[in-house]
């Protein structure tokens, strides 16, 4: 297994070589306030035998993960996807799809809905050449915590490893993870990310480079001289064979960009009421001005089942027009207006927006309403006929037409396959607006009450419409008779007129 650990250091905080302290084969690092991601690389014999088999019968798996906890994302880790766990694969052509989701249920939950690749994912192939998926499929699940992985991780992978036992515990408080594999390397990399140590306010540990390979990188940002790359410095060691860390300065061409969360952000409501129709509003403290001019302001939304939206209400420019829409750019998955949630085996969809900044000058409070729909849930018992459902908060990005874009891939920390950047051009660069929500820490999920049958008061409903029905039926029965019996009436009545 290769190891790597950055961190990248808040710049304006002070950073003293002291604080790294290489003490034979470890590395001692003190009160380092940054920061953190671990990327580990396992070949395929160093991985489970199931999650093993499962990934070699894939050409390629590619899952994410985002904490529902409002973070702060540290160029250069600043791309978002909407909270939950999202997982992009392409099956082998002769092989069955079920394991990967064993795999899924093993590693984050039995409770996710997912039977095989076939039934509970999403295709995202797509007849437009230009714009292809890597993936061949999509799945989603609204998931806020990672307590069965790190579990999973603890007793599969640790074998009673120090530092692999920690590193499993602070899984519990990542704030997001990244999976990858493609057939062609065969190999399994692993990212986790922390915005900060979630023990302490600063990171205090030790790092033994006994029988493994591991590079620890102290970064910095700094101010890049080209407005498509990002530009940092610090320090490295490979643990175990440096005796002190180097210096390190460099530049690369970047896909993923931030706007200042202090300056420009977003929140994201329900409008009330919602009802069975509700309207998702995202909420902008002013109209947004695109960092460059062929910029362009985009949503990306992950509906689960509940909710869905109808591609036939965006074909209508002067109500896209009234809900600051430009237009649907993409929809993928389930579209059904009529089936109700529990007969939808699809995990739903996944929805991209354009939004369509207003043509004056206005500088004010600015938001774009998404029209959704919410789907008939499945009756249970002991909820009073009232259910919560959950909508996690888009990912809201400017994407820009980059002169450089064919060389983002050689960056480091280039980050791709993340469900909207497939539906763009190689040369498409993101700037990512941070999402704030009222509360520090608050939650990136929006609940919504939905009415439901209670079947606990169910068979009150049955008794009173077969009440209903046969009370219906004796006065139909009732009328019928008395139409019948007027009528003989009126027929002796008149034959008795003849006969006189």
């Known amino acids: 297994m290769r190891e790597r650990i950055t961190f990248m250091h808040d710049p304006e905080a002070e950073l003293n ?58 160029s250069p880790y600043v791309s978002r996807v909407p909270p939950g766990l999202h997982v992009f694969a392409t099956p082998q052509a002769q092989s069955t799809s079920r394991p990967l989701c064993t795999i899924i249920k093993g590693f984050f939950g039995q409770h996710m809905k997912c039977a095989s690749q076939e039934a509970s994912f999403t295709n995202l192939l797509t007849s437009n050449k230009r714009f292809t998926s890597s993936s061949a499929s999509q799945y989603y699940h609204v998931l806020h915590f990672l307590d069965d992985f790190s579990n999973v991780f603890a007793s599969r992978f640790c074998t009673g490893d120090k530092a692999c036992l920690e590193r499993a515990r602070l899984l519990k408080s990542a704030d997001s993870i990244d999976l990858d594999y493609d057939a062609v390397s065969t190999t399994a990399t692993l990212k986790i990310y922390w915005s900060k140590c979630p023990t302490a306010d600063s990171w205090s540990l030790t790092v033994d480079g006994n029988g493994t390979d591991i590079e620890v990188g102290v970064l910095t940002n700094d101010r890049a001289t080209d407005v498509e790359e990002l530009s940092m410095g610090g320090y490295l060691t490979m643990v175990g064979k440096d005796e002190k860390p180097s210096t390190a300065l460099f530049s690369f061409p970047a896909r993923h960009h931030t706007i200042d969360p202090t300056t420009f952000n977003f929140t994201t409501r329900f409008l009330p009421p919602t009802g069975l129709h509700p309207t998702l509003q995202i909420h902008f403290p002013f ?32 109500f896209l027009s009234s809900k600051n829409i430009h237009r649907l750019r993409s929809l993928r998955g389930e579209e059904d207006l009529e089936a109700p949630d529990w007969t939808i085996d699809k995990w739903g969809s996944a929805t991209l927006v354009e939004m369509q900044r207003p043509a004056s000058g206005d500088t004010g409070p600015w938001s774009v309403d998404v029209p959704l729909h919410l789907r008939y849930l499945e ?78 008061r169910a068979e009150w409903v049955d008794v009173g419409t077969t009440l209903v029905i046969l009370l219906g039926f004796g006065i139909t029965l009732l009328v019928l008779v008395r139409g019948f019996l007027k009528g003989r009436t009126s027929s002796f009545t008149d034959q008795g007129k003849k006969t006189q």
Request: proline fraction near 10%.
């Open 17 to 74: 070589i002291s604080q790294l302290q290489v003490q034979g084969k470890k590395l001692v690092i003190e009160k380092l306030a940054a920061a953190r991601e671990d990327t580990l690389t396992f070949a395929p014999n160093e991985l489970p035998i199931e999650l093993n088999h499962a990934l070699q019968s894939s050409h390629e798996v590619h899952i994410r993960w985002a904490s529902p906890r409002a973070f702060e994302a540290v």
């Open 287 to 318: 109209v947004p001005q695109p960092p460059r001019p062929t910029c362009s302001l985009h949503a990306y939304l992950t509906l689960p089942s509940h909710l869905f939206i109808d591609r036939h209400q965006f074909a209508d420019p002067l």
């Open 379 to 456: 009756p249970n018992r002991g909820t009073k006929g009232i259910a919560e459902v959950e909508q996690p908060w888009p990912a809201v990005f400017w994407a820009c037409r980059a002169e450089d874009g064919t060389k983002m891939a050689t960056s480091p920390f280039d980050r791709v396959n993340i469900g909207f950047d497939t539906l763009f051009g190689p040369k498409t660069m993101f700037y990512h607006v941070s999402p704030k929500p009222e509360t520090l820490g608050g939650l990136l999920v929006e609940r919504i009450q939905v009415p439901v049958i209670d079947l606990d």
